[in-house]
């Protein structure tokens, strides 16, 4: 018997108009039909579409700095003796009503996006005006995006593809939406991103759009492709989506310099996608760095020295991710506080300096080389390497030998830990656990078991499927 998601979509969809876009207000809704009367609608409704992705339950901190980061043991919080809602985040009890409300957010903002992306989608076959080939292909790229998120936390990985996976929205409806199977979904997904890349290749750049970074291209949806092509196991697809997208010109940062890369911005030349978020800096104060503790500040986990291998450290070869990364704090002995995001500078002034951009980084480069180098690992162990050493070398550390990534198992372990290190705080680490189906450690010597209950988050009630 089929079965049915009962998803029942927004009929609006959030528009900014530039000024509102960059101070990330939203200007307000607009009846669906009437704002595509122009141009200059369609460039504001992708606006907004991109300033929704900001919300605080999708990629403005649930899927960046927050929730999954917590979900990936990155934290802990033990000032209450108590159970609090950020405890039983970190346990992993997503039953828990305080916690299933967190994983509800994430799937209901990311389907209202998906909606407003499908919104545009949908009139740009209505309209000719010269900008709609270009802004179709950013709402397809963006639906594919917010879509293979959902599919990672909420369905089997892709050696499961006949196993039910999500919902996958292609039209602005209020009717119901059935489910699809992961294959399914991975198929669309993959559609979707290459319609985008040919749309964008023929199409001109839009002269409003002044940050490359900020809008999505055919390099940035390339380097979308090569993600979800790893995740899927195509090794081959992967690497040539990877290469293409490292054609769009960008640049690692190194050594020293690394200590200012992030600091709340997108990451120079570094940021392959990113979303302008200048409110942000106030939820990673509250959550991450605030003056004083309380039950709902996440504090760095101990196990980060290991992590970065501290003792290892020595002159001519020294992770500047570490110092960029962490600061003692005055909370208690030995506590200290994830400031990768966090700019005192700009909190007090609300001065930019270097014509920076406050935001997310949803791409950069060095995920690219670590695709690049689980992509041809099985054939070329020493082109694997190479890789690897683009990264490590950029970090200030010395290039490692080939034996560290001798064996498979070896490799590996090279490369999440190269993942846990260079992506803290941007919503990588879980998604690279549970594709790697690993433990993880937990809190007060928990060990959270590689499962279905660990790795596949509860869809919200009103969403699951009944018998019809």
């Excluded at 009437?34 to 609608?41: A, C, L, T, V």
């Excluded at 369609?42 to 980061?69: C, Q, R």
């Excluded at 302008?276 to 500040?297: C, F, G, H, I, W």
């Excluded at 070398?393 to 372990?413: H, N, S």
Aim: glycine content about 6%.
């Amino acid at each position: 018997m089929k079965k049915l998601r009962k998803i029942y979509i927004i009929f609006s969809i959030l528009i900014v108009s530039s000024c509102d876009f960059l101070d990330g207000g939203v200007k307000g809704i607009v009846d669906n039909g009437k704002m595509f009367s122009n141009e200059q609608g369609f460039i504001d409704a992708m606006s907004g579409v991109y300033a929704s992705m900001t919300n605080a339950g999708l990629y403005g901190e649930n899927l960046s700095f927050g929730l999954i980061d917590e979900f990936a043991q990155l934290y802990y919080n033990n000032r209450e003796s108590y159970e609090t809602t950020l405890t039983k985040t970190i346990d992993l009890k997503y039953k828990d009503a305080d916690v299933k409300s967190r994983i509800d957010e994430v799937w209901e903002v990311g389907y209202n996006v998906i909606s407003s992306a499908n919104s545009i989608i949908d009139n740009a076959a209505k309209y000719h005006y010269p900008s709609v080939p270009r802004i179709k292909a950013e709402a397809l790229a963006v639906r594919a995006y917010i879509h293979f998120d959902m599919l990672q936390l909420f369905a089997p990985g892709y050696n499961r593809r006949n196993e039910k996976g999500i919902p996958y929205v292609k039209h602005f409806t209020d009717e119901p939406v059935f489910y699809s199977t992961v294959g399914e979904v991975y198929d669309a997904i993959v559609s979707d991103l290459k319609e985008a890349m040919t749309l964008l290749k023929d199409s001109p750049k839009i002269p409003s759009e002044k940050n490359v970074e900020l809008h999505l291209n055919y390099y940035s949806v390339a380097a979308i492709l090569a993600r979800v092509e790893n995740w899927a196991g195509k090794h081959k697809e992967s690497e040539k989506y990877a290469l293409e997208a490292l054609k769009g010109g960008y640049e690692f940062t190194y050594i020293e310099k690394v200590k200012g890369l992030f600091k709340g911005y997108t990451a120079y030349k570094e940021c392959v996608f990113g979303l302008q978020a200048p409110k942000m800096y106030l939820s990673v104060r509250k959550k991450l760095t605030s003056n004083k503790l309380s039950d709902e500040t996440d504090m760095v986990r101990s196990n980060f020295k290991e992590i970065f291998s501290l003792n290892t450290f020595t002159a001519s070869s020294n992770d500047y991710r570490y110092q960029a990364y962490f600061t003692q704090r005055k909370w208690g002995s030995g506590t200290v506080a994830f400031t990768k995001l966090y700019d005192q500078y700009y909190d007090e002034h609300q001065n930019v300096t270097d014509s920076r951009i406050p935001g997310i980084n949803l791409i950069r480069i060095p995920e690219l080389y670590y695709i690049l180098a689980e992509s041809v690992y099985d054939e070329d162990k020493s082109k694997a390497l190479m890789y690897l050493n683009q990264v490590v070398t950029a970090r200030g550390l010395r290039p490692l030998p080939l034996a560290a990534i001798a064996d498979k198992p070896g490799f590996e372990k090279v490369l999440v830990n190269e993942i846990v290190k260079e992506f803290w705080g941007e919503g990588r680490i879980f998604f690279t656990y549970k594709r790697f189906h690993l433990n993880m450690e937990g809190v007060d010597g928990k060990v959270h078991k590689a499962s279905d209950e660990v790795y596949i988050l509860p869809v919200p009630e009103n969403e699951k499927e009944e018998d019809l």
